[in-house]
């Protein structure tokens, strides 16, 4: 049997206890709720067969079926068994069950390839079939247009296609085998092309004026500054001042019809010359009063893709006006306009020729301007204002909704981070009391109430930690915790006040303050809704992210009472651009989970004093330089992290120091050196040395470890395995140069190291199967271990006998490149 969920019990409680008589249920409460408590049981009962109705229910269909019943959904089509994924992967293989009959309708076709490698591996996909791009001589019986003689320098993007599944080029046949000599070219071979990153997206509201208040999933572009001064209409999305965000195509797929696939369906990165293109046919055909011409418009459409601007001008009560395409410049902003502060002019002059109303007239010219609003980049995610025109008022906010490229769902951004470890039902117990702020200045309830109400909507991050440290300090005895939840309902920027510009958090004994971007769910009331007084409302973790432009400086309120602990703190879905530092005793546990902490060149979490039984948590984040030794005192704590990415960040020395720290690491990549006082690790890549002061306690397992590092035991790493099978060939010990040849051939090569990079840690194609496949359960190591990809790329080749003609050889390509690589190609 299935046992029913609390919130199933409570529900069924809840509907049962409805049923009684408002005077029955009037005198039980009185009493204390017994029969109540009597319901509860009978409900539970109840509940626990519902659940197993529901469970065989969704049994019958294998997209609702549990996990366990899908191997007899394969079994009853047949389905070639695939290499089971990691929990956590992101992707099963459901997929690819319900569809394998229409594979086997369509067996030996290109368009079946591209359909396996979405649903056995989740990519976005290309087959490409290489005997149609072999160079031919032409003949007038059998005329092939697309296969020039040479390369096609107009309209430009020959050298952005060129060695990708849209390449046109032609080419003389390579008769090397595609799937193990890196072949290509040859009449019997197909390439399975595809793209590693995924594109979690922040969605466009619909409509054209909208208000603040439907605006809040949308992110907001900070100031690009000049040095540190604000230039007027200089926007931009990176967090960081002055950084790049590269933006990519969401995944179109599903827009194709079952189709074959795209370029425009794919997830990967926007270029600006197709843009720039689609942009000016949108403003021609805007002034010569006619539709588009078909086939020049394939980018931008009616949802918002793949990007959707949204300005407010200074105007009073102004609403946010949503930019259409064809008021949008496409533009290279890698670098600042020279001079300083130049702007796109307001409009754009064009002229056209129309046929003349009698034979033998010269054709008609006209000449028009086209409206720009702005100029854009979508390579650097930088924006231009045009200068207003009176009575137009200047544009002072600029939101867009877009999608960026991740190798997994880490750090801060709209990922769904709902999960049974956080609170998600805000409900008052004996035990526990909330005190609530919703950070929303849309809100019409914002800044009403006072600081010492349980539940209040403010209009600042500021605001709302003002109001967490106006309570109590010390908790009376025998009183109930407090647990505090600062949602941030917007995906807002807040600079901090002052200087140094800091965001104070000051953490009460006893307590657990969580500081969360979410969205905020007022409870429901109504009739037939029996109403809680004690539930404040609900926090869904999903579509928002919050930036805070400052540090976090978290102090103690005061000391924890005798045999009392210093308070919680728990940041989730934040980025903060100047990273977080830890007063003396200021709490007894940090949890950092799904954020971006970084503090460029300097420290992202640090302390300020020796940690005193302190535990420092972090989970899926993205994070700078950690430096948690405060001078040479003893410290007491532990840190442990997880599915994250860990940086130096522009620092010259170590990522992680923690030499007085136990630490453990699972699923990490550490771009830089380390030092620990003891380390239980798996599945890590320690790209610079790692320098562990108690090797007598702990192991390293399945990890890349750099030279000069010195470890507790080891259990198959690199380069461990690498030297150890060299030897066993030679038959004898390696010598010097011998063993720092299989070093290196098993040493990490990542796509990018900059954190502000899409590709960021992750590994290259070329990189050894001793790291690629050397983790745990034949993962990878590293940060992006659990995405499994090369396990889902090996599932994809090995279903390619099955589904190539006999006398074919296919073989997957990756596409996926470094961001040096494609700003070269996409430089127009």
């Not at 293989?93 to 396996?116: D, P, S």
């Not at 009739?527 to 919050?546: E, I, L, S, T, Y």
């Not at 007085?660 to 320690?686: Q, W, Y």
């Amino acid at each position: 049997m299935n046992a029913p969920s609390a919130a199933r019990i409570e529900a069924a409680t809840e509907d049962f206890y409805g049923l009684l008589p408002a005077h029955i249920r009037t005198v039980d409460a009185a009493r204390g709720s017994p029969l109540k408590a009597l319901v509860a049981i009978l409900a539970g009962g109840a509940a626990e067969v519902d659940a197993e109705i529901d469970t065989l229910l969704d049994s019958l269909f294998v997209d609702t079926a549990p996990e366990g019943a899908i191997a007899d959904f394969a079994a009853l089509v047949a389905a070639e068994p695939l290499r089971p994924l990691p929990e956590g992967a992101g992707h099963n293989a459901r997929a690819y069950i319900a569809n394998t009959l229409q594979y086997r309708r369509g067996k030996g076709t290109a368009r079946v390839l591209e359909a396996l490698a979405a649903d056995v591996g989740g990519f976005g996909a290309v087959a490409v079939e290489y005997f149609m791009r072999l160079a031919r001589t032409q003949h007038l019986i059998d005329l092939r247009p697309e296969r020039p003689g040479t390369a096609a320098l107009v309209p430009g993007e020959t050298a952005a296609r060129t060695a990708t599944a849209f390449d046109r080029l032609p080419r003389l046949a390579d008769l090397r085998s595609i799937a193990r000599a890196a072949g290509r070219h040859h009449v019997p071979y197909v390439g399975v092309h595809l793209l590693r990153p995924i594109v979690p997206a922040f969605p466009a509201p619909p409509g054209t004026n909208i208000a603040a208040a439907d605006m809040n999933g949308v992110p907001a572009a900070r100031p690009w500054l000049n040095g540190t001064t604000v230039v007027p209409g200089y926007f931009q999305l990176a967090a960081q001042p002055g950084e790049a965000l590269r933006l990519f195509n969401p995944d179109r797929r599903a827009e194709s019809g079952g189709g074959r696939v795209i370029e425009t369906d794919l997830r990967n990165r926007l270029k600006r010359l197709p843009l720039h293109l689609e942009t000016e046919e949108l403003r021609r055909a805007l002034l010569e009063v006619r539709p588009p011409r078909l086939g020049d418009t394939p980018w931008f459409d009616d949802t918002g893709q793949p990007f959707t601007l949204f300005v407010r001008t200074a105007a009073a009560g102004a609403l946010f006006e949503r930019v259409p395409p064809d008021q949008i410049l496409i533009a290279n902003l890698e670098a600042m306009p020279t001079p300083i502060g130049a702007r796109p002019a307001a409009a754009k002059a064009y002229s056209w020729f129309t046929n003349a109303a009698t034979g033998g007239a010269p054709p008609d010219l006209h000449n028009g301007n086209a409206k720009i609003r702005c100029g854009f980049d979508p390579v650097t995610g930088r924006l231009i204002t045009a200068p207003p025109v009176a009575p137009a008022k200047e544009i002072v906010e600029v939101r867009i909704a877009y999608g960026y490229g991740i190798g997994r769902e880490i750090g801060a951004g709209p990922q769904d981070r709902n999960d049974d470890s956080v609170p998600f039902d805000i409900l008052d117990t004996a035990e526990l009391r909330h005190f609530v702020r919703i950070v929303d200045a849309s809100d019409a309830r914002s800044g009403a109430g006072t600081a010492a109400d349980p539940l209040r909507w403010v209009a600042t991050l500021a605001a709302a930690l003002a109001d967490w440290a106006a309570l109590t300090p010390v908790l009376p005895a025998g009183s109930p915790g407090r647990r505090g939840m600062i949602v941030l309902a917007r995906c807002d920027r807040e600079a901090a006040a002052g200087s140094p510009a800091d965001f104070p958090v000051a953490i009460h004994p006893g307590t657990e303050l969580h500081i969360v971007s979410a969205q905020w769910r007022d409870k429901k009331t109504g009739p037939g809704v029996v109403d809680n007084p004690n539930r404040r409302g609900f926090v869904v973790r999903k579509a928002r992210r919050f930036t805070a432009d400052g540090r976090l400086r978290v102090t103690a309120s005061a000391p924890p009472p005798a045999g009392g602990r210093p308070g919680v703190l728990i940041v989730d879905g934040l980025e903060v651009t100047a990273g977080l530092s830890l007063a003396a005793g200021a709490l007894s546990q940090l949890a950092v989970r799904h954020c971006t902490l970084r503090s460029p060149a300097a420290a992202a979490l640090e302390t300020t004093a020796a940690l005193r039984q302190a535990d420092i948590r972090i989970d899926r984040s993205i994070v700078g330089r950690i430096r948690l030794d405060f001078g040479a005192g003893p410290a007491a704590g532990t840190l442990a992290v997880s599915g994250s990415l860990v940086s130096a960040d522009g620092f010259a020395g170590d990522a992680i120091t923690a030499a007085t720290i136990d630490a453990g690491l699972k699923d990490v990549t550490i771009l830089g050196g380390s030092a620990f006082k003891s380390l239980e690790a798996t599945n890590v890549i320690f790209a610079g040395p790692a320098l562990v002061t108690r090797r007598q306690t702990g192991c390293v397992r399945y990890s890349s470890i750099a030279p000069d590092s010195k470890m507790p035991k080891r259990f198959r790493c690199q380069p461990d395995l690498a030297i150890q099978a060299a030897e066993a060939r030679k038959g004898s010990p390696l010598t010097a140069a011998e063993r720092s040849a299989a070093t290196l051939g098993v040493t990490p090569i990542f796509l990018d190291t900059g954190l502000n990079e899409p590709t960021a840690a992750m590994l290259h194609p070329l990189t050894s199967a001793g790291i690629a496949s050397g983790g745990e359960g034949d993962c990878e190591m590293g940060v992006f271990a659990p995405s499994a990809e090369r396990l889902r790329m090996s599932n994809i080749e090995s279903l390619f006998d099955d589904y190539v003609p006999f006398g074919l050889e296919a073989g997957l390509i990756d596409d996926t490149r470094s961001t040096a690589v494609a700003l070269r190609r996409n430089r127009p």
